[in-house]
């Protein structure tokens, strides 16, 4: 692969990964404007209506990654990532810009229908546009723009530590703060909507609907003549053995396993619980005896954890294997979690507690968040491969909603 080939390769990989960004960005942005939205519409002291703002959004999660697939293999992975891209922009606006708790929740329904799109087709497009021998790497970009996503939500000031709910209610971060949180994902959703249309169509989907000159002339230029030909012989070789796409397809007995194996492995990256860490920040540290002044700062420490040790995972995957880090990581968070709930437990509070969030966070980051990812992008056949992604990444805001909606009810009732 060339130096020209290589930078198209990662343009395409980036830009396709703005819905990562954005699917980070606007599912841990309902987590920074929390203390704010819910004095302004008043629900502060209801723990189920708090739940509901939180975990709205992926009731539209559900619903966009269950169509995403199906539509995806129907018309192609573009346009239907260039939706996501418009469905981004119609969120931003209407969540910074509405004044009624009902209206806020049905914007968050449509930024959720956006997530799901954006969180199925990213990275399974970019795994069917890149090499096998670099696949996890450029996968995990992915994953890297996740969490950079999470890093940039933090825009308004944090509330003094004395504040009431009424003090921070009438401030400006109370009135306007947390809208610009939202607004300012306008800038690069419009970003990845104009991008989009310069993105290549998926080579294998174009291989599978027939389009063989289509499809030969984009794996030419990623990997140039000889590997474009290698590509299509092996889709040509595999495509005619394998079932037509659709729903029913996926429990015929040569992809039930499959299948099931995607579906645990996306249930499994949600209930390692690293998303109530994530979405309930504020819960969680001032439970560990801080303030809310120093909320935002370990907020900030975690954040840049993620980052780190996710561009660590980026250059280990395709080293160290998939299993052998999902392996790896469910062992070293099963101990983690064992300190964390000591440290609860014992009342051990502060930096302690601190340092613990920050090894769960940068063991995630670097195990479980990338790979999952990785595996259900690649174990599917090409055929059935847009929708069996949806059916995974179902699970996983299926596993994700109950994980953050409950969280709220079992703080409030168990303490």
Not at 56 to 72: E, P, R, W
Request: aromatic residues 14%.
């Amino acid at each position: 692969m060339n130096a020209h080939s290589k930078f198209f390769l990662f343009f395409i990989a980036l830009a396709s990964a703005m819905g990562g960004f954005l699917f980070g960005y606007d599912w841990v942005v309902i987590g920074g404007a929390k203390p704010f939205y819910e004095q302004f519409f008043e629900i502060a002291d209801n723990p189920y209506m708090q739940g509901w703002a939180m975990s709205s959004a992926l009731i539209g999660c559900l619903v966009g990654a269950l169509i995403a697939g199906k539509f995806s293999d129907r018309f192609g992975r573009k346009p239907i990532l260039i939706l996501a891209a418009a469905l981004f922009i119609c969120t931003s606006l209407g969540t910074g810009l509405c004044n009624s708790f009902t209206m806020f929740n049905v914007f968050r329904l449509i930024g959720g229908f956006a997530i799901g799109i954006a969180s199925s087709l990213s990275p399974m497009y970019i795994a069917e546009i890149s090499p096998s021998d670099v696949r996890g790497r450029f996968v995990s970009i992915n994953q890297l723009t996740i969490v950079l996503g999470i890093l940039a939500w933090l825009i308004a000031e944090p509330v003094a530590e004395d504040a009431t709910g009424e003090m921070i209610r009438l401030s400006w971060n109370g009135q306007w703060g947390w809208r610009w949180m939202f607004l300012a994902m306008i800038v690069p959703a419009a970003l990845f909507f104009v991008v989009g249309f310069f993105l290549p169509e998926s080579p294998r989907w174009l291989a599978t609907v027939g389009r063989r000159d289509a499809a030969l002339q984009v794996f030419d230029r990623i990997g140039g003549r000889e590997y474009a030909l290698a590509e299509m012989r092996e889709i040509e070789h595999t495509v005619p053995a394998e079932p037509q796409g659709g729903f029913k397809t996926l429990l015929s007995p040569s992809l039930r396993n499959v299948l099931v194996i995607g579906i645990v492995l996306a249930m499994f990256q949600q209930w390692c619980g690293i998303n109530v860490i994530f979405n309930y920040a504020q819960e969680i540290f001032m439970a560990a005896g801080y303030g809310v002044s120093d909320v935002l700062m370990n907020i900030v420490i975690t954040g840049i954890t993620n980052v780190v040790f996710t561009v660590l995972a980026m250059f280990v995957v395709d080293k160290w294997g998939r299993k052998k880090l999902m392996m790896l990581g469910a062992f070293a968070l099963t101990v983690i979690y064992a300190f964390m709930g000591a440290a609860y437990y014992f009342h051990v509070s502060g930096l302690p507690l601190l340092i613990i969030v920050v090894l769960a966070i940068a063991c995630y980051a670097m195990t479980l968040a990338p790979v999952m990812w990785v595996i259900i992008s690649e174990i599917f056949p090409n055929r059935v491969r847009g929708v069996a992604m949806s059916v995974a990444t179902f699970a996983l805001w299926a596993a994700c909603f109950i994980l953050t909606y409950t969280f709220p009810i079992l703080n409030h009732s168990l303490g």
